[in-house]
């Protein structure tokens, strides 16, 4: 079956701008995962979704940055008034189990903030 | 502080020379152990879960160890289709898991 998709592989923006970053994970997993990978650190954990509820948003670096879920299903990264500092790979991840196990990486979505 | 530490950072090796990757972890409770794959411009890729120490998982070439302290990735006679980043992670909380920066490993044909 389709693995976790993630759009788009690249967004180039500029400073100041707003981005949204969309994930697609496997159908039937509940639990979905936001990290980010910046270059040379280990990912770095965002957000957690279960189901379309978020119990912990302690990861996501600003106010600027928010997540939804809607439908048990897809999911929307949104980065408000971008910074350079914003530019890495982010990474949606799903899994079957509510708590813990495998997950299954999208591809990422390359973010460059100039 | 709960941290993982991956080493060595970069691994060349020849094609059939055998080597192992360390994964070193600090938690206050490990709920489990995960390796992953990365090739460039892609997402991790499941390889194995450990839970507890002694647990032992093999696939293909590879097999990862676990003891109290440290994991242990060993690749037996690599190909250069083994080249990748491996990750290391540790599951600390419900949903809550820490990466290493992982190793980069060359397989030179």
């Given at each position: 079956g389709a693995g976790v998709s993630q759009s788009p592989s690249n967004k180039v923006t500029e400073k100041g701008k707003d981005v949204e970053l969309r994930c697609d994970p496997i159908s039937g997993h509940t639990a979905l995962y936001w990290y980010r990978q910046s270059l040379g650190q280990g990912l770095e954990f965002l957000i957690y979704f279960q189901g379309n509820s978020?119990?912990?948003?302690?990861?996501?670096?600003?106010?600027r940055f928010s997540a939804e879920r809607t439908g048990g299903s897809v999911s929307t990264l949104t980065i408000q008034?971008?910074?350079?500092?914003?530019?890495a790979v982010y990474l949606c991840a799903s899994s079957f189990?509510?708590?813990g196990g495998e997950q299954f990486f999208g591809p990422g979505t390359r973010l460059t903030v100039l | 502080e709960d941290q993982v530490t991956q080493s060595p950072e970069a691994l060349r090796l020849q094609e059939g020379e055998s080597s192992s990757l360390n994964c070193s972890y600090t938690v206050s409770g490990l709920r489990g152990l995960f390796w992953y794959r990365q090739d460039p411009g892609k997402g991790p890729e499941f390889l194995f879960t450990l839970y507890s120490a002694g647990e032992e998982k093999e696939k293909e070439r590879l097999k990862a160890t676990l003891t109290k302290k440290k994991s242990f990735l060993h690749i037996t006679a690599?190909?250069?289709?083994?080249s990748a980043t491996y990750l290391c992670a540790v599951q600390i909380g419900t949903y809550k898991y820490i990466f290493g920066t992982g190793t980069r490993l060359k397989v030179l044909a």
């Open positions: 978020a119990p912990d948003k302690s990861g996501l670096p600003s106010d008034r971008t910074q350079q500092e914003d530019s189990r509510l708590a | 690599p190909k250069p289709e083994d």
